[in-house]
């Protein structure tokens, strides 16, 4: 993309003048010219998220304030989505400078394991950048690399059959994502389905090249070399030896020290040392092998593909040969390249290669599970990790008290049942709410695009009022995209242009993060009906308890023909830990009209979840809504009025 290269590291050097740059593999980064790396770590990532200060701690340059995690270069404060959005920007000029003209349609790539937030802080970053967005898609890393691959195979002897499943393991520099994959042809369509993704945002060749200058520094000093070693370039150092290493069984590390004067010395590494210093990381990728229904079913995949520039290490074939002895573990060509190529590819051939995707995170509401007012708050999932998309899900909660007057419900990412170790993503508030009875129903309904995108609507039936309420996602809003496209677009020419200040003002805690709601998050419920009815409110004004009884109705519709390509044995069972994989291949079922449950349309400017063909109703094992009686009071829930600041 520059200085010769194919592709180039995703990494913004700061001039002591603060102009950004992307730099070349030969220069080295300084202390007045940081190099600003592992965006992908911390982008979109909440303050409630429970890991973000200790991952903050380990990205170089990084600090975290009320605001969100940050970088500091020279002195001034640079947001993560402005980085990222240079990024996204230079490869644009590079390439309207190779065809001539803009991008006519982008795909870009996220990491498998990405979240909602994330992606939605990799949309607005390219909207800084530039894209269009209407033309603008985003697809993961490893369905890019089955692309590459596959389509790169088709009509030559190495080619993929139709009905194959494969498996994709792409550790690239900051991130390792793992995916199973059905492939079809249906006519002239090739058809990519993902059935499960693992993944760890936090595991990438970066950490391998750390284990090794560690090791190598440690094993330095035992030997008696007591100087100061200059990290950046032993670093470098370290990961040509981890190139070399996959080759040869040994390589010799050069010692280079901080005072030029002193003399280098020369240390030997075995490739058994090596990845016994990696043997924690190792660990953690096999365990994410385990977790696909490939391994959990003891089956032998069509192929696994290696792509990323970590995983040419002869180490992660051989552990994949362990996981799937039955199966092809086969290096794609140029690993590095391979997503970027198969992003190429569908970016071109949209009418051809078709792709269906799963969530990579279960979905959640925050609720109270007990009849008192304590803080027994739980969540109660909505959608299933691995869950095919596009698709739709309902909940049925409940009120707990009488003449309630306002609701917040609060979504969660994540799979853990606990509140405080999920991600928030988004949160409505419904107010103005009519008297209305303890036990008063209200639908949850869920509709999930594809990779971070959905729309959630509330509707509380009561008297003659219904409310319905569409939440907004929390990323940097128009006016910040305003704001920083004029910026990135000048510093894509070359200036040195000071960052506008969001740290306070109404356009505070934008950065991706969803701790806290404010009137630009929180989309208030409009009437439906003409007639309000009787609207007097209750002495209280704050978001109420809502009462939960676990229904969970699957709405979810199939956009296209996927459901017919796979047969009918690779239904996938739910998994131990209550995420449901994909059910690839299985036709929805015929319903009679009594059995469709149609969604009322919203006058509040969200979508309408109806559609002009019923939707199959299916109703999953052991969460059919239990019927209240008359002896036995409504229990659980709340949709919790929280406050993160």
């Not at 980064?29 to 991952?55: F, N, T, Y």
């Not at 402005?82 to 990491?111: H, M």
């Not at 792709?355 to 979905?363: Q, Y």
Request: glycine fraction near 8%.
């Amino acid at each position: 993309m520059q200085y010769g290269f194919p592709t180039s590291d995703s990494v913004v050097r700061i001039s002591p003048r603060g102009s950004f740059a992307i730099p070349s593999r030969a220069q080295l980064p300084s202390v007045q010219q940081p190099d600003l790396a592992l965006c992908k770590r911390l982008i979109g990532r909440a303050l409630r998220d429970g890991r973000l200060r200790h991952d903050t701690a380990r990205v170089p340059h990084a600090k975290l304030d009320e605001n969100g995690a940050y970088y500091e270069a020279g002195g001034r404060r640079v947001e993560l989505f402005e980085v990222w959005a240079f990024i996204l920007g230079s490869a644009k000029r590079a390439a309207e400078r190779k065809f001539g003209e803009p991008p006519r349609r982008s795909v870009l790539t996220v990491p498998a394991y990405f979240g909602i937030n994330q992606c939605e802080a990799i949309r607005a970053a390219a909207k800084i950048a530039g894209f269009d967005m209407e033309s603008t898609h985003l697809v993961t890393e490893p369905v890019a690399v089955a692309v590459d691959q596959i389509e790169h195979d088709y009509g030559t002897k190495k080619k993929y059959p139709a009905k194959s499943k494969l498996g994709v393991i792409d550790i690239g520099g900051g991130t390792t994502d793992i995916t199973e994959l059905y492939y079809d042809l249906t006519g002239e369509k090739h058809v990519y389905v993902i059935q499960a993704i693992e993944g760890n945002n936090f595991l990438g060749g970066v950490d391998f090249k750390q284990r090794l200058y560690t090791f190598v520094t440690d094993k330095a000093r035992d030997a008696g070399h007591t100087y100061e070693f200059d990290e950046q370039k032993l670093l470098i150092v370290c990961e040509n030896a981890m190139e070399t290493l996959t080759g040869v069984v040994s390589a010799e590390i050069e010692l280079i020290a901080t005072d030029q004067s002193t003399v280098s010395k020369f240390i030997t590494v075995t490739r058994d040392e090596f990845e016994k210093a990696c043997a924690d990381l190792l660990t953690e990728i096999s365990g994410l092998m385990d977790r696909l229904p490939a391994a959990k079913a003891n089956r032998s995949l069509a192929a696994v593909l290696l792509a990323g520039g970590a995983s040419q290490m002869p180490c992660i074939k051989e552990l994949c040969v362990r996981k799937f002895p039955e199966t092809v573990i086969k290096l794609v060509r140029d690993a590095s390249e391979s997503p970027a190529r198969g992003a190429e590819q569908i970016a071109k051939r949209k009418d051809t290669i078709v792709v269906h995707d799963v969530l990579s995170r279960s979905i959640g509401v925050e609720v109270n599970d007990s009849d008192s007012d304590s803080s027994n708050y739980t969540v109660q999932q909505v959608a299933s990790r691995n869950m095919r998309v596009p698709a739709r899900e309902r909940l049925n909660l409940f009120t707990r008290k009488d003449n309630q007057s306002a609701i917040e419900i609060t979504f969660l990412e994540g799979e853990s049942s606990n509140p405080n170790d999920n991600t928030r993503i988004a949160a409505m508030t419904i107010s103005d709410i009519p008297n209305c009875k303890r036990g008063t129903k209200i639908n949850v309904d869920l509709e999930i695009h594809g990779q971070g995108s959905f729309i959630a609507k509330a509707t509380i039936k009561g008297l003659t009022d219904e409310l319905t309420v569409v939440p907004q996602q929390t990323s940097p809003g128009a006016g910040i995209i305003e704001k920083y496209r004029d910026v990135t677009a000048r510093r894509l020419d070359g200036e040195s242009v000071k960052s506008p200040d969001i740290t306070s003002g109404p356009e505070a805690s934008m950065n991706g993060d969803s701790s806290s709601v404010s009137g630009e998050d929180v989309s208030h419920a409009q009437r439906t009906s003409p007639n309000p009815g009787n609207s007097e409110k209750s002495p209280e004004t704050g978001p109420e308890t809502l009462q939960r009884r676990g229904s969970g109705n699957l709405l979810q519709e199939d956009e296209q023909h996927a459901s017919a390509i796979a047969p009918d044995n690779i239904r996938e069972q739910v998994d131990d830990d209550g995420a449901a994989a994909m059910t690839a291949g299985i036709e929805a079922p015929q319903t009679s009209a009594k059995e469709t449950e149609m969604v009322p349309q919203s006058n509040s400017g969200g979508m309408n979840l109806s559609r002009q063909a019923p939707v199959p109703r299916v109703v999953r094992a052991g969460k059919r809504p239990a019927r209240p009686t008359q002896n036995k009071p409504f229990k659980k829930s709340k949709a919790r009025n929280t406050d993160h600041n």
